[in-house]
T-cell receptor, first 116, second 109 residues
């Protein structure tokens, strides 16, 4: 199957700093990528849809000025958590689908963010 | 609103069969998927049903009834490594994948 790579896997930062997470589709072009957040023992909550060459579409309740998403190329989307606070500590996962709408999303390995 | 309901936890013994149900209510429907997630890992795709009926893939099968807004994942010949969380997910009219709350499966020896 298709491969999606996410970096970094783990990041610890101080409160008030910004953190960038990268998501790359390694062997296919992804016009659309999705960013999810998952708190411990909870489900994956869709944060935003990242569209190549245009602005991201955010889900209700997600602050677009806090979670900056950039999809500059067909293989790279980035999520920047600005002015991070301890409550932003979570598992952030990106995903992408290849063409065909088979219902399968390919997920990155996830990035575990801990804000001190 | 959109909602997917599935049991929070299921326990079964090795070698047994377990069924995880999922009912959904979403704006638009393009199919029901199932994902497996081990602790600390990313979700991995198990199956996808766009049409009614049963799809079989090895020890795992998935069923869909669109008229009942219902589906299930059937796991046969359970193994210890099947202990994980299982999520049903619906692709809505915007082609976004919306996840259920997840079912934690514990397989005992």
């Amino acid at each position: 199957g298709a491969v999606v790579s996410q970096h970094p896997s783990w990041v610890i930062c101080k409160s008030g700093t910004s953190v960038k997470i990268e998501c790359r589709s390694l062997d296919f072009q992804a016009t659309t990528m999705f960013w999810y957040r998952q708190f411990p023992k909870q489900s994956l909550m869709l944060m935003a849809t990242s569209n190549e060459g245009s602005k991201a579409t955010y889900e209700q309740g997600v602050e677009k000025d806090k979670f900056l998403i950039n999809h500059a190329s067909l293989t790279l989307s980035t999520l920047t958590v600005t002015s991070a606070h301890p409550e932003d500590s979570s598992f952030y996962i990106c995903s992408a689908s290849s063409e065909g709408g088979s219902g399968e999303l390919f997920f990155g390995e996830g990035s575990r963010l801990t804000v001190l | 609103g959109q909602s997917l309901e599935q049991p929070s936890e299921v326990t079964a013994v090795e070698g047994a069969i377990v069924q995880i149900n999922c009912t959904y209510q979403t704006s638009g429907f393009y199919g029901l998927s199932w994902y497996q997630q081990h602790d600390g890992g990313a979700p991995t795709f198990l199956s996808y049903n766009a049409l009614d009926g049963l799809e079989e893939t090895g020890r795992f099968s998935s069923f869909l009834s669109r008229s009942d807004s219902y589906g299930y994942l059937l796991l046969q010949e359970l193994q210890m490594k099947d202990s994980a969380s299982y999520f049903c997910a619906v692709m809505d009219s915007s082609y976004k994948l919306i996840f259920g709350s997840g079912t934690r499966l514990l397989v005992r020896p």
